[in-house]
Nanobody
Framework: QVQLVESGGGLVQAGGSLRLSCAAS????????MGWFRQAPGKEREFIGA????????RYGDSVKGRFTISRDIAKNTVYLQMSSLKPEDTAVYYC?????????????????WGQGTQVTVSS
């Protein structure tokens, strides 16, 4: 079993920055890919970005390219989402997810484990 715990959410003004963290624990090699998704009220869960744990391959959703950066610290079993130039439309609950397969994928159904989510609110 894999446990994912997100942290770092909060309230920030438009144009500001925030860094989210996701600490993973459990069976080694259960998270070959770590991803970030978000879900705003009344909307579907949206892909933000993902990184292959050992190869460092990254993919991003179109809505955050150039503003968000995903990284990982293998020693700490932690993946990060650095968010910059935040906009009110970035307001959502942000979820960390893990995928056992090594291919970096962008859809919700491709991920096996999920964190509880952390709220990010961007004020205008």
């Amino acid at each position: 079993q894999v446990q994912l715990v997100e942290s770092g959410g909060g309230l920030v003004q438009a144009g500001g920055s925030l860094r989210l963290s996701c600490a993973a624990s459990g069976r080694t090699f259960s998270w070959s890919v770590m991803g970030w998704f978000r879900q705003a009220p009344g909307k579907e869960r949206e892909f933000i970005g993902a990184i292959s744990w050992y190869g460092g391959i990254k993919r991003y959703g179109d809505s955050v390219k150039g503003r968000f950066t995903i990284s990982r610290d293998i020693a700490k079993n932690t993946v990060y989402l650095q968010m910059s130039s935040l906009k009110p439309e970035d307001t959502a609950v942000y979820y960390c997810a893990a995928r056992a397969n090594v291919e970096v994928r962008m859809t919700v159904d491709d991920y096996d484990h999920w964190g509880q989510g952390t709220q990010v609110t961007v004020s205008s």
